[in-house]
């Protein structure tokens, strides 16, 4: 039963435009959610993150939109770079799960000159 | 300076055999975890250890069995190893159960083939 859903499997743009990224959920309980960069042998690395309480945070290129009423939630990567090409995963966790995250199947980005 | 290390990197071997992966933490976390990364690239929790205290515990086969020593550290002791046990197996920390801070530091990855 998967309850974090990212139904893109890639996206390509062109670098110095944005990127959106999306994610699904389907259990109300979660209240925190997060976005993970992973590059290749490499571990997933935290990007961002957003609490249920807040529709929108902003860190630098990256801001995550959050929209409770549709289980939804989008990553806008402002302006792309050549080195945003990655493996993005979407993480969402309920306040009573022990800090168990559940992540999307994730969404390949690759960013072209 | 790594913050969470796992070891091997790389590991083969054939059925039947009985290995362990180890993970290391340098950030002072006081919960460790270990996820699964399959072939259709789904990360799944396996379990989780908080202060040495096991507190996720997923539906895994008994055939895995974690331990931890310390905080510090969280190794993954699998049996009689079969061919669906192949998958990356990723080690996170983070710094607390508390619900204040949800990031989870993850290690490289130790790729597990299994023949």
């Known amino acids: 039963d998967q309850q974090v859903k990212q139904n893109s499997p890639s996206l390509s743009v062109q670098e110095g435009r944005i990127s959106i990224l999306n994610c699904d959920y389907t259990n109300s309980m979660f209240d925190y959610f997060l976005w993970y960069k992973k590059y290749p042998a490499e571990g997933p690395t935290f990007l961002i993150s957003i609490s249920s309480i807040k529709d929108k945070n902003e860190d630098g290129r990256f801001t995550v939109f959050l929209n409770k009423s549709a289980k939804h939630l989008s990553l806008h990567i402002v302006p792309s770079q050549p080195g945003d090409s990655a493996v993005y995963f979407c993480?969402?966790?309920?306040?009573?799960?022990?800090?168990?995250?559940?992540f999307g199947a994730g969404t390949q980005v690759v960013v072209t000159p | 300076d790594t913050a969470v290390s796992q070891t091997p990197k790389y590991l083969v071997t054939q059925m039947g055999n009985d290995k362990s992966i180890k993970c290391e933490q340098n950030?002072?976390?006081?919960?460790m975890y270990w996820y699964k990364q399959d072939s259709k690239k789904f990360l799944k929790i396996m379990f989780s250890?908080?202060?040495?205290?096991?507190?996720i515990n997923e539906t895994v086969p008994n055939r895995f069995s974690p331990k931890s020593p310390d905080k510090a550290h969280l190794n993954l002791h699998i049996n009689s190893l079969e061919l669906g046990d192949s998958a990356v197996y990723f080690c996170a920390s983070s710094q607390d159960l508390s619900g204040v801070s949800y990031e989870q530091y993850f290690g490289p990855g130790t790729r597990l083939t299994v023949t």
């Open positions: 993480a969402a966790s309920a306040g009573d799960s022990w800090g168990k995250l559940q």
């Open positions: 950030l002072g976390h006081d919960t």
């Open positions: 250890y908080n202060n040495k205290e096991l507190i």
